[in-house]
């Protein structure tokens, strides 16, 4: 009767402290340059090193600009955030891929097409966006600056177990629905919070018919609906993109692996704490209209009128309406757009870039658009490059920048002016998420490359 989040989280318990935490072991942990430096003086201040140096990866993705890295970063407090980590892992005898390195990018992108990341483990990560890697079947959700502490210092976690939820989605997406805009609609149903205290399981037809990419997507959202992670069995998908990675098993091993991984299921008689069920039928292209991803409606829909929003929830809706410079009940079709912004843990994959190609080939840029096309790591950009995806996007006017987590959060170069409007494929959409005084409108790939050649905010099933 087991889940198998239960079967994953049982593998790896330590001890479980009597009317407390389970100590959980924990397989992988990944660093970057935000919130690993005080992790790091915890450990000197205490005299002691990593217990298990070669599970711990790090990489600089958020302060790193997408222009010009082979120069010095500009920015102060960038250039001492990403120095230190590189310093604090040469202390540390960590494996440190910096800016330049072959092997860069958002953590959440490059731990997945390494093979860092594999069915069965657990993973951590001072990031709440973790939650990607659970994709390939396992269990990965965010720690805080502290616990990163605790994982560096004993490879370890103290835990209070997640009640466990099936989220199952059957039949065929339509036409230019991807995996965002499932995502979009189940934060759309379950809200923001919806999911609080969950770890959530996808499953169904349509779910298992999402490409590797679509899933990694998909995971990387579960956070959005308040849950501490998401994940999706392993199948013939996850090991066909898992095989040849330069850190999965070879050989022998591989085969051991996936002998193993296949036993990686929930139990036909499992028994959930909360189970969803859905029609791929119900999904459209999405776009959202507020100040947190689960405000948003079909492209072609109407923002909810304010007697349509829960009493204790109108307050915050016209405030968010107010800021966003939209009226309840009104379409956002049509309206005009000032960026574009293709990247981000979410969305910032091959495939993300090969959909956005697609769809502009042969047409133009809208003059009044900024579009920043930036790959989530440097393996995407090789293969950008490689597909002659470059050629294509170039011809229509737009430049694909370095890799970085970019325009997603306001903590490099790539911010969104005060009052303009970005169509992002980003997972946030707070107030100045992408810049103070920005206004942040989350959707899919295709959603984003109908807006930029457009100008105006397009259902992509008309091009």
């Not at 990163?148 to 103290?158: R, T, Y």
């Not at 095989?243 to 959930?272: C, H, I, M, N, Q």
């Not at 929830?313 to 107010?322: D, E, P």
């Not at 379409?331 to 757009?337: E, Y």
Request: net charge negative; aromatic share 8%; charged share 20%.
């Amino acid at each position: 009767m087991n889940t198998l989040f239960d079967k994953i989280w049982d593998q790896h318990v330590v001890q479980q402290i009597p009317d407390g935490p389970t100590q959980l072991d924990i397989y992988r942990l990944y660093c970057h340059e935000v919130t690993s430096p005080q992790a790091f003086d915890g450990l000197r201040k205490r005299g002691i090193k990593c217990f298990r140096p070669n599970q711990i990866f790090c990489m600089p993705d958020h302060n790193t600009p997408t222009h010009d890295q082979d120069k010095p970063i500009a920015d102060p407090i960038s250039k001492h955030q990403v120095d230190t980590l590189e310093k604090n892992c040469k202390e540390f005898g960590l494996s440190h891929w910096g800016m330049m390195s072959p092997d860069n990018g958002i953590i959440h992108v490059v731990g997945p097409e390494k093979g860092l990341s594999l069915p069965g483990m657990t993973i951590v990560c001072g990031d709440s966006h973790t939650s990607t890697h659970g994709a390939v079947g396992a269990v990965a959700f965010g720690i805080g600056t502290s616990e990163v502490e605790m994982v560096m210092s004993s490879q370890c976690i103290m835990q209070q177990k997640p009640k466990s939820m099936r989220i199952t989605i059957d039949g065929t997406l339509g036409k230019c629905v991807t995996a965002k805009d499932v995502a979009l609609f189940l934060m759309s149903k379950l809200t923001t919070s919806g999911a609080t205290g969950y770890f959530v399981e996808y499953a169904g037809s349509a779910i298992r018919g999402l490409s590797m990419e679509g899933r990694l997507t998909l995971c990387n959202l579960s956070i959005e609906m308040g849950a501490r992670g998401g994940f999706i069995a392993p199948d013939e998908v996850t090991f066909a993109y898992l095989k040849d990675k330069p850190y999965s098993p070879k050989g022998d091993d591989w085969d051991k692996a996936v002998e193993y991984w296949k036993t990686l299921r929930s139990s036909d008689d499992a028994v959930f704490d909360k189970e969803l069920t859905y029609s791929a039928d119900e999904i459209s292209p999405r776009i959202t209209y507020g100040t947190n991803p689960g405000m948003g409606i079909a492209i072609d829909g109407n923002i909810p009128n304010v007697e349509d929003i829960d009493e204790s929830s109108r307050a915050g809706f016209k405030k968010s309406l107010q800021y966003m410079g939209f009226e309840a009940g009104e379409k956002l079709l049509g309206k005009d757009i000032d960026y574009v912004f293709l990247g981000a843990c979410t969305n910032g994959r091959i495939e993300d870039f090969r959909a956005f190609a697609a769809m502009v080939n042969g047409k133009q840029k809208a003059a009044s658009v900024t579009a920043w096309l930036v790959p989530g790591s440097w393996a995407v950009y090789r293969q950008i490059e490689a597909e002659g995806i470059d050629k294509i996007l170039h011809a229509s006017g737009f430049e694909v920048r370095q890799p970085g987590c970019s325009a997603c959060l306001g903590m490099n170069d790539d911010k969104v002016p005060a009052g303009k409007y970005c169509v992002s494929t980003s997972n946030r959409n707070f107030e100045g998420r992408q810049g103070p005084g920005s206004r942040t409108l989350l959707c899919s790939p295709l959603v984003a490359a109908a807006a930029a050649i457009t100008g105006k905010i397009t259902d992509p099933r008309e091009l």
